[in-house]
């Protein structure tokens, strides 16, 4: 329960706030915020779970709200806030603006700190391996375990420079923050992995960067992280964030995390990576074998090899579809499942030999004295194995699971390439296609607490779908709305009179640019937002000589650039217009006279275009559910909400919205979508 002591804490962080932050606007639905946050973490409302939804406009401060209520609380709790921003912006945002104001005008003393992945890190044992003057000789490279190839001299280059900039200290041992971070590849070669970390018994392990990171963030009250770091963190048992009962969760954003989730829920893996996999882990057995000088074993090559010909000759009939074969939802057919289950026995065999020479190698070293960079090499090799097999078996042991019709199917499919060798190469893919109860299990029901906020988190004016994605119970939790501080009545929405469907592409994209040509005023400032990118590149083709200022086009610019580009030309008093997809249509931020008018080409609907999506849609119709009203629509009106939020950014604000899809008003989904809009002015042309 809320004591007179928190209150009080709550009171006078608010209080600081005011004095501190500067242009502080007293909002009643920040102070709403406020309160129902606070209500539902400390559990004043009875047989409900301590999580709160909260739909909170821009201008409503939802940042100093969550922060006001929940560091308080945090600590009399004696539990972590975890805060969660679903992309970098916003992250940085959080860490460089609203905590450190946040410092001086809490009640509470904290320490705050940002975590990030561990393969954000370098291994400064294998960059040291790497670098040293021994490196470069063949033996290190001799059976490319370690590489697919030996490294070249500009490789070794990179490597030297960080080496030197890390001992120097003139490096944090981050990729981010390295001026010219190093190709992938070359990256994956030097950074911590969890399989092939020694943690504590490495002698580096007081220098190490990432440990030295994930100390601060275990001393820390405040944890700042993205979406996909605490979900990776989660299912991998909590490497770096601490237990999920020991935190209190903000999940700002919140309107991505199911679609993060997603992702985090697959597995994928392909043919050739199973064929170069069983040749690196008899390598690494023949190294171990050779410096213990065990006894020989058993090699699985020319079965693994015997086994993938099977397999991809028989993928090799299946009709692909743009390089992409879908299976049924009813199950993976008997001769696939068949011959993944003889590849799963095989790996499954040389794992559990790997794995015993592993432990022989682990034994030999603690008891004879090897050279430090052989045996941290092989170590590296045996570690960077050990991850191989285990997501080979469990992938392959997914493709042989019995579908539970009980249960939502898994999504399997197989993706075709060809190599640089013009070697066909085929990627076994596997994903779940609803990740509610997966959530449930590992964050609802143990967390502290959880606030998930964002702008738009309703659709059609309902939390249904949201609760529908990320297996929330509305009787269970706490939900709010809150109103726009923003004057939406001054804003025009119009509904442009057209012709054409969105349906029919070549006379809808004809009559937008038309429409574009009589409408752009060269004066102001315009965002035009497209579901396409092809829509967008015609009709910039179509118009662009016939407007009299300058036309900005995603893809000829990074969206930096561009909105660069944009404000200068409107703090020269030149007219300016942007052409954007899906990512202007969101977290763009034009105010004033940076922005006047708003057009959007159509509504964004989700066609299932992805196997997930295609799967989804499948499961939906085979239970007679209606795909389009319980994802398209729903999705449809939360995008066009977000589309529409780029045009008032600030209670002095206004202008127009104008969109060309006569959907509106000729589909009987129509209404809802207006309806579900802000308080504009809609006038149908």
């Keep these: 329960m ?37 209500k539902t973490l400390m559990s004043e409302y009875p047989d409900t779970n301590p999580i709160i939804c909260v739909e909170a406009p821009t201008g409503t401060g939802k940042t100093m709200a969550y922060l006001v209520s929940c560091l308080p609380i945090a600590k009399s709790l004696k539990k972590k806030l975890v805060i969660a921003s679903a992309n970098v912006a916003l992250q940085e945002q959080i860490l460089n603006k609203d905590i450190v104001e946040a410092k001086k005008y809490s009640s509470v003393d904290f320490e705050f700190a940002l975590a990030k992945g561990r393969s954000r890190y370098v291994c400064i044992r294998n960059l040291i391996n790497l670098t040293e003057d021994n490196s470069s000789s063949t033996t290190l490279f001799e059976d490319a375990l370690l590489w697919d190839e030996k490294p070249t001299k500009n490789d070794l280059n990179n490597l030297y420079e960080m080496a030197e900039s890390y001992s120097s200290k003139s490096w944090s041992g981050e990729i981010d923050d390295l001026e010219s971070p190093p190709e992938n590849s070359l990256w994956q070669k030097v950074a911590c992995n969890r399989f092939t970390c020694n943690a504590k018994n490495c002698e580096f392990y007081n220098d190490c960067s990432f440990f030295n990171a994930r100390k601060k963030a275990s001393n820390s009250d405040v944890i700042i992280a993205n979406h996909d770091l605490v979900l990776a963190d989660i299912i991998n048992g909590n490497n770096v964030l601490p237990d999920v009962e020991e935190c209190i969760f903000i999940f700002d954003e919140a309107h991505h995390l199911s679609q993060k989730a997603l992702s985090h829920f697959s597995s994928g893996g392909s043919t050739e990576f199973m064929r170069t996999s069983i040749r690196q882990c008899q390598g690494s057995i023949d190294q171990i074998i050779k410096i213990t000088k065990s006894s020989a074993t058993k090699s699985y090559i020319e079965k693994v090899d015997e086994a993938l010909k099977e397999l991809t000759d028989f993928i090799s009939e299946l009709e692909f579809s743009d390089d992409i074969y879908l299976f049924p939802i009813d199950g993976i057919p008997n001769e696939i499942t068949n011959l993944t289950k003889q590849l799963f026995i095989l790996f499954n065999s040389a794992y559990n030999d790997f794995y015993e020479h592993k432990e ?91 606030v998930l906020t964002s702008a738009t988190l309703t659709a059609l004016g309902s939390f249904n779908r949201l609760n529908q994605q990320l297996g929330l119970k509305s009787n269970e939790n706490q939900y709010l709305r809150l109103a726009s501080p923003f004057n939406h009545k001054s804003v025009e929405f119009n509904v442009a009179k057209i012709k054409s469907s969105p349906a029919n592409t070549f006379d809808h994209t004809q009559e937008v640019a038309l429409e574009l040509i009589k409408r752009i005023d060269s004066r102001s400032a315009s965002l035009v937002l497209f579901a396409s990118n092809n829509q967008m590149q015609e009709v910039a083709d179509l118009i662009e000589k016939s407007i009299d200022c300058e036309l900005l086009i995603q893809g000829e610019y990074s969206k930096k650039i561009i909105l660069e580009k944009h404000i200068e030309n409107r703090k020269n008093n030149k007219g300016s217009i942007i052409f954007g997809l899906d990512s202007f249509a969101e977290g763009v931020d034009l105010k004033g006279d940076n922005l006047n008018h708003v057009f959007i080409s159509k509504l964004r609907f989700s066609v299932p275009t992805s196997p997930i999506e295609m799967t989804t849609q499948s499961y939906l119709e085979s239970m007679n559910r209606n795909s389009f009203m319980e994802i398209s629509l729903p999705d449809a009106s939360l995008r066009l909400i977000q589309a529409c939020g780029r045009l008032i950014r600030t209670e002095t604000d206004s202008g127009t919205i104008t969109i060309f899809d006569n959907r509106l008003v000729s589909k009987f989904y129509g209404k809802a979508l207006l309806n579900a809009l802000p308080d504009f002015k809609i006038i149908i042309e």
């Design 2 to 38: 809320l004591t007179p002591k928190l209150k009080q804490q709550i009171r006078s962080s608010f209080d600081g706030a005011k004095t501190q932050i500067s242009n502080f606007s007293n909002r009643s639905s920040q102070n709403k915020m406020i309160a129902e946050i606070s």
């Design 360 to 450: 022989k190698w682990e034994e030999y070293i603690k008891t004879n004295k090897i050279e430090q960079t052989t045996s941290d090499n092989i170590n590296n090799i045996v570690g960077q194995n050990n991850q191989n097999l285990s997501s080979i078996l469990s992938l392959l042991s997914t493709f042989n699971q019995i579908h539970d019709p009980e249960k939502p199917p898994l999504s399997n499919w197989i993706n075709r390439s060809r190599l640089a060798n013009k070697k066909i190469n085929y990627q076994l893919n596997s994903a779940k296609i609803d990740v509610s109860n997966s959530l449930n299990n590992m964050i609802w029901k143990k967390a502290t607490g959880v």
